[in-house]
């Protein structure tokens, strides 16, 4: 009876099936003999269309987040770099409809405003911003961990003696939490309507649930055989590390994008299935990729001063190649795609060292399942 999903991929999802059944009876009406009762093929041909376009907008925003900070040239090397090195690119193209995608989306431009605004915020940009964190909460919960960015900077103003100055940002988050709840509520009667409560535990119908005194930190970012995230998307190690340089460059987002990936990190740690059960690579962490091009480009701005430009594209290159083998790989069903549990994640274990064979000995019929239509 409790509810175990969320409604904010089908509301991102909406204009897409209004656009697909507006075309369904136009083509109808023309004598094309479609099918106009929303589940045809030709229906999820184009809702499908919208993660490719959330997640592209996605890209977009993260790209000119980094901008606020970068050059032009380590903004688009970090932005391509985690893009295409990361499970983002899969799910964006091969496995759409996924919540992974838009949650990215909204995650980006949440950011991409309240920096832009940070020198001069008006009462609009904190309606936008609330508007946009229930949507992100609506989407995936642990998107709204995004209100890191506020609440620190909240914290920031305390020290400022100007009263006028605390009143207005405390005014500004009261606008910002109340449109946030306002978007959210929808899952809230989704709740009562399923379970009864206004308020119900995720996939507790399932039997899923969070150990808070148990947390799974080194499977969750190291474990090959259960979706370890360094382990199958390793680019995203030297990004995380990436995130502690900020404090040189601006402490509010260093304290915030480490908050906020830590505490995503403890809470997926601790979560029953935090192998993730399904899914290419750790899809967990996708929301996150804004946080990992920003550690990157950091990263990459340190490198400049040492190693020459192109070399860093070429070690880029290597993470890039992984990621493509890999996704080959797991289209061509050499890699599992569920985990049912971490007892049986294999019959043989799948290491480190047998992920890396399996690229080298594979790679040219895999590559070829990548663009297949299986």
């Excluded at 919208?50 to 890209?59: I, K, N, P, R």
């Excluded at 911003?129 to 998107?143: D, R």
């Excluded at 274990?349 to 895999?366: D, H, I, R």
């Amino acid at each position: 009876w409790n509810s175990a999903r969320y409604v904010g991929t089908a509301v991102m999802e909406a204009p897409f099936f209004m656009l697909a059944h507006g075309l369904a009876i136009g083509l109808r009406f023309l004598g094309l003999d479609l099918s106009t009762d929303g589940y045809g093929t030709f229906y999820q041909v184009v809702v499908s269309l919208a993660s490719t376009w959330f997640g592209m907008c996605g890209v977009l925003f993260s790209y000119f987040l980094t901008r606020e900070f970068f050059s032009r040239r380590t903004s688009i090397i970090s932005t391509i770099a985690i893009w295409l090195s990361s499970p983002l690119f899969f799910f964006m193209f091969f496995w759409n409809g996924w919540s992974h995608p838009f949650a990215f989306f909204l995650v980006s431009a949440f950011l991409l405003l309240w920096q832009r605004s940070r020198t001069e915020r008006t009462m609009t940009h904190w309606l936008v911003l609330g508007v946009i964190l229930g949507l992100a909460a609506l989407t995936q919960p642990t998107s709204a961990l995004i209100v890191l960015f506020p609440l620190c900077e909240a914290l920031s103003k305390c020290s400022v003696p100007r009263k006028e100055t605390i009143f207005r940002y405390a005014a500004g988050l009261c606008l910002c939490a109340v449109a946030a709840l306002l978007v959210f509520s929808p899952q809230f009667t989704l709740w009562r309507i399923t379970s009864g409560h206004w308020l119900s535990q995720p996939y507790e119908n399932v039997g899923d649930s969070f150990q808070w005194a148990n947390p799974h930190i080194y499977g969750l970012l190291f474990d090959t055989a259960r979706h370890g995230l360094f382990a199958w998307t390793p680019l995203l190690l030297p990004a995380c590390a990436g995130l502690l340089l900020w404090f040189r460059r601006d402490k509010l987002v260093a304290v915030s994008v480490i908050l906020l990936t830590g505490l995503t990190i403890y809470i997926y740690s601790c979560w029953s299935i935090w192998w993730s059960g399904v899914g290419f690579s750790n899809r967990f962490f996708i929301h996150l990729t804004p946080i990992f091009i920003l550690g990157l480009a950091e990263l990459i701005e340190m490198l400049n001063k040492r190693i020459r430009g192109a070399v860093i594209v070429a070690i880029l290159s290597i993470f890039v190649f992984w990621n493509i083998l890999l996704m080959a790989d797991y289209r061509a069903l050499l890699l599992p795609h569920g985990i049912p549990e971490p007892t049986r994640a294999l019959g043989d274990p799948l290491t480190f060292g047998k992920l890396c064979s399996v690229q080298l000995y594979s790679f040219p019929e895999n590559l070829r399942s990548l663009l297949s239509d299986r």
